[in-house]
């Protein structure tokens, strides 16, 4: 059974840019969620998604945000970059349910220059 | 807000010896709690979890224990091996949804 997958692996972008990072979770997972993780922050919720609708939140602000679609795949966009966006970005993969195993890609690395 | 911490940032062991990472949460309304592992370069990588029905947990050379007088929670490796070597997160579920709290990590090295 395939993992959850993100795109792409790396990115580079200059501050002031906007960024769309991707995540495919796994078959028949309807729950996506989006963390953020720095060496200062570690790792920190975003948000997540459950049947194309926002489920929880996370503390980040608005240039923060994300999707989902009807096949589960879900987007996350941050706009307006800043230098301290510089991080991983982690998509977890859950069934519909809380409280769940929550399974993890191997992130976006997102450099801001 | 709700946190979850760990008491050490590192931990050495020798190669063969046990392991045991700790952690302490303060949401007390949590019910779930889950372990995970990250190498270098990859994603965090499910290892056991525990709900708060149970204090104990055992899976293949590991054991979660989960006190919730004290809200804390460890990982104990057993017999642990240089592939274990890696940064270790605790998660606190909540009780809603699939938003995870998680602790700072404790990096743990093994010695041949």
């Known amino acids: 059974k395939a993992g959850v997958t993100q795109t792409p692996r790396y990115l580079i972008k200059t501050r002031g840019q906007q960024v769309t990072l991707s995540c495919s979770p796994i078959s028949g997972h309807r729950s996506v969620s989006w963390y953020q993780q720095t060496p200062g922050q570690g790792l920190q919720f975003l948000f997540e998604y459950f049947s194309e609708t926002q489920r929880n939140k996370g503390n980040f602000p608005g240039r923060f945000s994300g999707r989902q679609f009807s096949n589960s795949r879900s987007e996350m966009n941050v706009s307006t970059l800043e230098l301290g966006d510089s991080a991983l970005y982690l998509c977890?993969?859950?069934?519909?349910?809380?409280?769940?195993?929550?399974?993890f890609g191997q992130g976006t690395r997102l450099t801001v220059v | 807000g709700e946190s979850v911490g760990l008491h050490l940032p590192t931990l050495s062991v020798q190669e063969g010896d046990n392991s045991i990472i700790n952690c302490a949460y303060s949401n007390s309304a949590s019910d779930y709690f889950i372990w995970y592992k990250q190498e270098s370069g990859k994603g965090p990588q499910f290892i056991i979890d525990i709900r708060s029905n149970m204090d104990k947990r055992q899976g293949q050379r590991v054991t979660v224990l989960l006190n919730k007088t004290v809200k804390h929670l460890s990982l104990q490796i057993a017999a642990t091996q240089p592939g274990d070597s890696a940064v270790y997160f605790c998660?606190?579920?909540?009780?809603?949804?699939?938003?995870?709290?998680f602790g700072g990590g404790t990096r743990l090295m093994v010695k041949p």
């Open positions: 998660a606190d579920g909540g009780n809603a949804g699939n938003m995870l709290t």
């Open positions: 977890a993969s859950s069934t519909d349910r809380g409280g769940t195993e929550a399974f």
